[in-house]
């Protein structure tokens, strides 16, 4: 009905207003200054601005289908435009009401997402000191237990080969709040973006699950088979690789996907989804940095019932721990919410269906972990990656450990019996998979070498420099007038 550009958002508290919004004030950069709508008999105010009613829900009455009027219209989508564009922490109001609508709209099919789940990853911290910058392990699993939280490093294979042994003592002591992962190889600028032919693209890839697997074997500490992509950019020629050699999933930021992925066609909808796949299967987890309207984008994906993964750097600890005490409290703000590793957050991008004794799931990637409910007796598996009269091995491990092996399964798999409540795992191998110890080395260079030893070496000397720079900063100057 209007339009506008910047201003706060009032969320009401009944039922009408989707439950991670209630009683929020956000800000949308695209909607100040919206005419305000005239509230009949029966509506329900959703949110306000200036406490005046710029979206409100009117609920059916005598056979008339149920309604949400706004002030800001729909955005226009131009040919090869994507919702996600739209629908992010600085421009969302025009959006919501329409997801919040094909939402309801969709319940009674029954599809539901996973528990939420949530995760905080520190890109680049190496394992050579017991600190990194302004990060101290010891202290980190300390602070996250008390918040409850958990912190994922990470970690760039690089650095495997220089390890403090007493640094993966601490991630052994705490798998409930540390965690790694696997960032990139040898963390160059857009490593895992550049056009690299399909040799190259397994080199790379193979050589930093081999690089973590030695550190693995030597200090006993895993690392999740999960791919964060340096500088957030990660090309999708690198998913067939990725998908071969046993990777669960990658992080993706649909604000950089995208626009890197210029000429490439993806779904409108592409980043909406509750449950999302890659090509080939591949894992997709959407990934969140920490910038002006993080918390925003933590509600976003929360009402889209995604994880919370919100990454960061060491400066962002520069003064303490705080921001991880605001980020643990806005997550857990949200209701019933596990913070775990990525691990964990790749084996649950699924989405299940319960018709009486069926569960029905819908996978986001080749391996999840499924509760079976109470009175579930057969459990119906969806593979979307699987193209119509194609067929892959499936396999299905049971709460009680029997294994269940089906060599050749549709994209739809025949119902599989489960023997009564508990945990069962669905995995979908490839089909011709690649054993990374077989795959040969990219050609050695030194400039990642020296790359690595410049950027620790300004890491490292930051929280001196920080202090050195705050005692040398002179103190402000009071005013004539001021007393002591």
Known sequence: YGSAVGGAMEFERNLAVPAVFRGRTLTDAHASTL???????????VASQLRRPVWIHRPAVDGTAARDVVSLPLPVLTEGAYLRECFNGGNFLGVLPLLGFL?????????????????????????????????????????AKNWNYHAAIGFIPLDAAW?????????????ARLSLVIHGCNHLRL?????????????????????V??????????????????????????????????YEAALITASQFLPHHQGVQFPPGFGLQAARHLSGGLGMIPRITIKPYWQTEAMLAAF???????????????????????????????????????????????????????????????RILLP??????????????IADNAVEPLMVKGSDQTVRAIPSASAESAPVTVMGPGTIEICSPVSNPVNA????????????????????????????????FRSRRPAPKTSPTSTS
């Open 35 to 45: 005419p305000p709508l005239r509230v009949a008999a029966g509506d329900q105010v």
């Open 103 to 143: 939402q309801r709209l969709t319940a009674r099919e029954g599809w539901q997402p996973a528990p939420q789940r949530a995760c905080f990853v520190f890109d680049d911290p190496s394992l050579r000191w017991q600190s990194y910058g302004f990060v101290n392990y010891q202290q980190l699993a300390r602070h």
């Open 163 to 175: 390890v403090n042994r007493s640094v993966p003592a601490i991630f052994r002591s705490n798998p």
């Open 191 to 211: 490593e895992m973006a550049r056009p690299y032919s399909p040799a190259q693209r397994m080199a790379i890839c193979a050589q930093a699950l081999r690089r």
């Open 213 to 246: 697997g030695e550190m693995e074997r030597q200090h006993l500490v895993p690392v999740c088979r999960v791919m964060e992509p340096p500088f957030g950019v990660i090309d999708q020629a690198m998913f067939a690789s990725l998908v071969a050699l046993g």
């Open 304 to 366: 889209l019932g995604q994880p919370i993964v919100i990454v960061g750097h060491h400066q962002d600890a520069a003064n303490g721990l705080e921001a991880l005490e605001e980020i643990a409290e806005t997550v857990n703000g949200f209701g019933a919410v596990r913070w775990c590793s990525l691990t964990e957050i790749a084996r649950a991008n699924y989405t299940t269906r319960l018709e009486g004794a069926t569960l029905s799931v819908s996978l986001g990637a080749r």
């Open 372 to 385: 079976v409910p109470e009175g579930v007796r057969e459990v119906r598996i969806h593979r979307p990656w």
């Open 437 to 468: 110890q077989e795959v040969p080395a990219p050609r050695p260079r030194l400039w990642p070498y020296v790359r690595r030893a410049l950027t620790e070496a300004r890491d490292q000397a930051s929280p001196f420099l920080s202090r050195r």
